[in-house]
């Protein structure tokens, strides 16, 4: 993407929730709108002090803070956003090991994955834009099924027992990061289609103004029920927030609209909006969705955005 | 060891050279005078890239800097003198394997061993001292099946074999760095003794002008061939060099009149002395080698003085 790049350092964007919240497709089409050459994936799992065998011991939850080298990851990030090359700790997930480090070079921008991104001040100050995903609880329950069976040699009784006894983990130690997000994005299944976990998904995202949005006005459509809603509204913690809705059943003109609206503050990138919203649905086929593809679109606008210094401030 | 410390980082000891030339036995002494605690042992060999069987595939000798990750090294060392921890890499000698990582949180001193710590001027300027070990060769090779036998699970061919087939990638990569050397180390049999690989070696230190050595004039003892010698001579690059001889007959009251004086001038370290100049000799007993012993008190004098501020220039 041959941007006019005002920012001589990697541009960090941080996608934290919870195993299976859908971090690395919503991580993989923001790497593709970007261009895949000019982004790191970075997952803050690696930064694991235990192994699996090892936590079976030690009864340690992977996402404790303190089950977690947090003070390197935190490093890693700053020396890469300094333009230096780190030696990343690895963890392979499928066999629950820790392995020999990688050898990383910094690129134009940086995706951090993660259940913990937000748990430090040290790591909070390294991102330019901090996304959380919070699914439906239901929804992940699938994902994470579907994730850890196909990827991850887990079984389905497995994969939902460790959401079981990960749950009070996660109110500890990764539900409170949603606080530090400057977007929340929660898919969820439209009314009377609890079924649905993919393509018809709908998506609310909650807006902070920590980061300036861009002015959507032109293309909201507050009276159907295919189109895209802003609304003010106050956060479950009180604070005064801006809710984007985008229903599952967006029809294809005003997806295009929100879409076109989008590339066109961001010029820069409009040759590459072919490779947007893409994921592999159940069966995996090639899918698309439009929720997907507007929030992917959504977060890559402020990672350009921040490329070309208007986030500045 | 209670010293009145001015320096409030770690000082950081390099000891370069070849395989085999003495570098873990001089850094465990020196590791015993300034106290166990408060060292951190670091081997530039964990920064290799490649396993064994990984080299014997694309042909890279392990003292090729190309084949080992020198810019991280020299980051990790950074770091740690900026007080920071850091995920240092592992490299398993026994099995040639490259292993998880290890969190290392910086002490007092930091003791560097390994084949290549001077190559770049980014390494060289990490360290306080920097001492390179030449061993005469016959004697190199002697430690060398030594310890690849008893350590590293080598044949003594094995092993013999391996400095044949590195000397020259030592002579291009190991044996350039000597120039970088405050002090350059080299035990060697005493004339009519090519037998002696252990207590009884004499050491020649070569003093570049790059530290301010301790005054010994009070304890030179030119005319005795048991007594230890300090000659103005040119170095084999022709500059200037101090040549300090310590025999391998030197006697007790001499070596001792050499210890007193050089523990007067470290007080702070007075009490520790007991810990000097022991190691394991051939037939695994404790040893002790007046020559090693002064040796390690020399460097570890260096080291003390640095932390008390004598060092800055």
Redesign the interface.
């Known amino acids: 993407m041959p941007t006019e790049r005002r920012v001589n350092r990697p541009i960090i964007l941080g996608i934290v929730g919870d195993s299976a919240a859908g971090k690395t497709t919503l991580a993989a089409g923001i790497t593709e709108i970007l261009g895949p050459d000019r982004v790191i994936n970075f997952r803050t799992d690696d930064y694991h002090?235990f192994t699996r065998a090892e936590r079976a011991k030690n009864g340690m939850s992977p996402l404790d803070p303190a089950a977690n080298?947090i003070?390197?990851a935190g490093?890693h990030l700053r020396?890469l956003r300094d333009g230096?090359?780190?030696?990343k700790?690895v963890y392979d997930h499928r066999r629950g090991?820790?392995?020999?480090?990688q050898?990383v070079e910094p690129r134009e921008y940086i995706i951090v994955e993660g259940m913990l991104g937000y748990t430090t001040r040290d790591l909070r100050n390294c991102f330019d834009v901090k996304v959380f995903l919070e699914p439906a609880g239901e929804l992940r329950k699938k994902w994470k099924v579907k994730r850890d069976c196909s990827e991850r040699g887990y079984t389905p009784e497995q994969a939902l027992a460790m959401i079981g006894k990960l749950h009070e983990d996660s109110l500890e130690y990764v539900v409170p990061q949603r606080t530090f997000g400057d977007i929340i994005v929660r898919f969820y299944p439209p009314d009377g289609q609890s079924d649905e976990s993919g393509a018809h998904l709908a998506v609310r995202h909650t807006l902070r103004p920590t980061l300036p949005h861009p002015d959507l006005t032109p293309v909201l459509d507050a009276g159907a029920k295919s189109g895209i809603h802003l609304e003010l509204q106050r956060d479950i913690d009180g604070k005064p927030v801006d809710v984007l809705e985008i229903p599952g059943e967006i029809d294809d003109r005003r997806a295009k609209a929100v879409e076109d609206l989008l590339w066109n503050l961001i010029p820069e990138a409009a040759h590459l909006r072919d490779n947007v919203g893409r994921f592999t649905d159940d069966q995996d086929r090639q899918a698309m969705s439009h929720p997907l593809a507007l929030s992917q679109l959504l977060i890559a606008y402020h990672m350009v955005k921040a490329a070309l210094g208007h986030h500045a401030i």
């Open positions: 002090k080298y003070d390197v490093q020396l230096q090359p780190v030696l700790p090991t820790l392995e020999a480090p050898y």
